[in-house]
């Protein structure tokens, strides 16, 4: 019998299974503790090169698709100003183009029309060829709809490349004028911290801060405001900006026999010191300062590393009298700012009627003026 034939006849008993040549097999995955020393570092740097590479490919295909719809825009307004169309022409060119490019999107009359504001809004082509065009399309239509000066929507694209801001979080921060309140802390860092460190801390303190998600009873009690913060504690680092690392509340710091405990610790990386923040749910008052400059004392002798820089300390106050203010930090030595807080936004006054207010020199001049005599006139 042909050896095929036979093979054939031979039955394979019921439940087994005929041999293998090569069985089948999964690879396992080594086990972490038996790599070598350097493979963290090799893991590290190729994870980093992953993450840079689709930044980067996220950043070119923006720029790119930014580009083609200014020059979509730029072309529009040419047409414009040109032959003197209306907005019909518009929306027929919107439809002809979803017609010969049926998958692709970003062409409906209002993104159009959008594409025309951009390239009103941006007319020298060299704003292309910043940073900020790295940004999401969504990103720049925002900027168009909210804001009406170049220089407000150019400090907006910086500081949301630089922090990764989402569409949303840009939106909050125009909505809480985060433009017009950065660097605005009354403090004294140019006369306590070296030129080089004194304007980026100036720049990292805002007035006033808004706490939106704070829910107070109405009672004056800065508790039950440290604990709103606190529990609130992510929103809470995200008005305070880039940097601010939480270290915790009610900071035992013992003095010799006694016991002091400040508000809030957090330390900023990108101005390597500690910074205590002093909460108020009331006004202003001068002494508050005293008891912020022996905290700020404490912390740089118990807390600091040798290589941090000198402690800063955040005041913030209901409502502050920014004169008093002032004059209150003449004579500290120490890093100190004073703000405000609100726990939703209230919209600046009139410029005519800011115009009037006169500031801490021009007061000092009045002040040091002779008063009139009984003849005088204050006409």
């Not at 972490?32 to 893991?43: F, K, R, T, V």
């Not at 504001?117 to 940073?131: E, G, V, Y």
């Not at 168009?144 to 569409?167: D, F, N, Q, T």
Request: charged content about 20%; proline content about 6%.
């Amino acid at each position: 019998m042909p050896a095929d034939t036979l093979a054939r006849g031979i039955s394979t008993p019921k439940g087994t299974h005929p041999p293998m040549s090569s069985p089948a097999s999964f690879e396992s995955t080594p086990a972490a503790s038996g790599m070598p020393d350097w493979y963290p570092e090799l893991l590290q740097s190729v994870a980093q090169e992953i993450s840079s590479g689709r930044y980067r490919a996220v950043s070119a295909a923006n720029q790119e698709l930014v580009h083609s719809y200014w020059s979509i825009g730029r072309e529009l307004l040419e047409r414009e100003s040109k032959e003197g169309w209306g907005s019909k022409v518009v929306t027929r060119l919107s439809a002809d183009l979803r017609a010969r490019f049926p998958d692709a999107r970003g062409f409906s009359p209002r993104n159009l029309r959008y594409m025309k504001a951009f390239a009103s809004a941006w007319p020298d082509i060299t704003m292309l060829q910043m940073a900020s065009a790295t940004l999401p399309w969504s990103h720049h239509v925002l900027l168009l709809e909210k804001l009406a000066v170049p220089e407000e929507r150019l400090w907006y694209m910086a500081c949301a490349i630089e922090e990764g801001w989402s569409h949303s979080f840009l939106g909050q921060q125009i909505e809480t004028r985060l433009y017009e309140r950065s660097g605005k802390a009354i403090t004294n860092f140019k006369s306590t911290l070296p030129p080089s460190d004194s304007h980026l801390a100036q720049q990292s303190f805002k007035d006033p801060y808004v706490f939106d998600f704070v829910s107070m009873t109405g009672k004056r009690n800065e508790r039950e405001f440290e604990g709103q913060l606190i529990l609130h504690v992510e929103k809470f680092l995200l008005e305070l900006g880039q940097g601010f690392a939480f270290v915790g509340r009610q900071v035992r710091l013992t003095i010799g026999a006694d016991e002091f405990f400040a508000d809030l610790l957090f330390y900023n990386f990108k101005l390597r010191c500690f910074v205590v923040i002093e909460l108020k749910a009331t006004a202003f008052k001068p002494e508050y300062l005293g008891q912020v400059n022996m905290y700020m004392s404490a912390v740089d002798d118990l807390l600091a590393h040798a290589q941090d820089q000198p402690t800063i300390g955040l005041l913030l106050c209901k409502t502050k009298n920014n004169v008093v203010a002032e004059y209150s930090l003449r004579g500290f030595s120490k890093p100190i700012g004073i703000a405000e807080w609100e726990s939703e936004i209230v919209r600046a006054l009139p410029e005519e009627f800011t115009a009037t207010l006169p500031s801490i020199s021009e007061l000092e001049a009045e002040l040091s003026q002779p008063l009139l005599g009984d003849g005088g006139s204050t006409d």
